[in-house]
């Protein structure tokens, strides 16, 4: 009478165990491919679904990052977030150990020492001094909980849906990339600026560049409510009713509507473009956390015409 099938799954397990306990061999077993999850040969080095190396590749190693954030959609919208709020509560310390960080300045006045040392953006020391760096770290940096709260409202509202139709590796480098060229813009004119609304911006432009090229009442529907934002808001920044930064807002808007039409709106669906839009995320990545860590080393160096 043959054993139950759970019986001879052990007893082959068993078997194997103990054959390499002492010396025998194990025969060798199907894998699963790390990202796609597929069914791979023995002898196999690469996916035959989605092209990835089974040996290493940056898109296996991004989906494990992506789990520390949760089973959700939009890893990196999330990781965006945490990284903003993060970073105000290093601000408001900032300025609560040189002892201006008492009343309300938590709503609205985190400007000025601090936040410069911290990486805010700045025509002068970014041009003159090369520090580069600030085109990046400004974008975490906010003015308040009035600042921030408006901006993450933003961000999660926009990130999801643009993280969901570009995969979250080439949304990580629109995000950056947009928020550094708003900065770039913002400091060749001369100004003192932080905020992720250039990044924002950038979504925006990214969102107006996809309706353009797809057609449809509902299309032309988001592009008209897109454009009645847009236009309402730089009217706020040139009223001088609110301290907007409308150069840094322009650039990310141009910068963002630039790369919806350079690139597909839809993720990666060849190997090449799996392994492009992996590398642009990881080049993303890597910028961020380096230009964290020049902040931090240049963190005590004198303020300007000192």
């Given at each position: ?69 949760g089973e959700n959609e939009a890893p990196a919208t999330t990781a965006l977030l945490i990284a903003n ?120 432009g990214l969102l107006l560049a996809i309706t353009t090229k797809r057609g449809g009442a509902y299309m ?8 009645t934002q847009v236009v309402i808001l730089f009217a706020l920044g040139f009223s001088g009713f609110m ?64």
């Amino acid at each position: 009478m043959p054993l139950p099938y759970g019986w001879q799954w052990r007893l082959e397990r068993w078997k194997n165990a103990l054959g390499g306990l002492f010396g025998g061999e194990q025969q060798p077993r199907p894998k699963l491919c790390p990202v796609c999850g597929a069914l791979v040969g023995i002898k196999a080095t690469r996916c035959h679904e989605c092209g990835a190396n089974l040996h290493f590749s940056l898109a296996a190693l991004s989906k494990k990052l992506s789990r520390l954030f949760g089973e959700n959609e939009a890893p990196a919208t999330t990781a965006l977030l945490i990284a903003n709020i993060l970073m105000l509560g290093v601000s408001w310390l900032s300025f609560a150990a040189a002892g201006q960080g008492g009343g309300l300045t938590i709503l609205w006045g985190l400007v000025g020492e601090a936040q410069y040392r911290l990486g805010a953006s700045f025509g002068p020391a970014i041009f003159f001094e090369n520090q580069w760096w600030r085109l990046v770290t400004a974008m975490f940096l906010h003015a308040g909980l009035v600042h921030i709260g408006f901006n993450m409202m933003a961000l999660m509202q926009l990130g999801p849906p643009l993280e969901e139709l570009y995969g979250s590796a080439r949304y990580l480098f629109f995000y950056m990339v947009t928020g550094a060229f708003g900065f770039f813009v913002s400091a060749a004119t001369g100004h003192f600026s932080l905020g992720a609304s250039g990044a924002l911006l950038g979504l925006v432009g990214l969102l107006l560049a996809i309706t353009t090229k797809r057609g449809g009442a509902y299309m032309r529907e988001i592009r008209s409510r897109l454009l009645t934002q847009v236009v309402i808001l730089f009217a706020l920044g040139f009223s001088g009713f609110m301290a907007m930064d409308n150069f840094a807002h322009g650039g990310g808007l141009a910068a963002g509507f630039l790369l919806g039409k350079l690139f597909a709106d839809r993720k990666p669906v060849t190997a090449g473009e799996r392994r492009t839009a992996y590398a642009l995320g990881w080049l993303a990545g890597v910028v961020i956390i380096a230009s964290f860590v020049l902040m931090l080393l240049h963190y005590h160096d004198p303020l300007p015409g000192r």
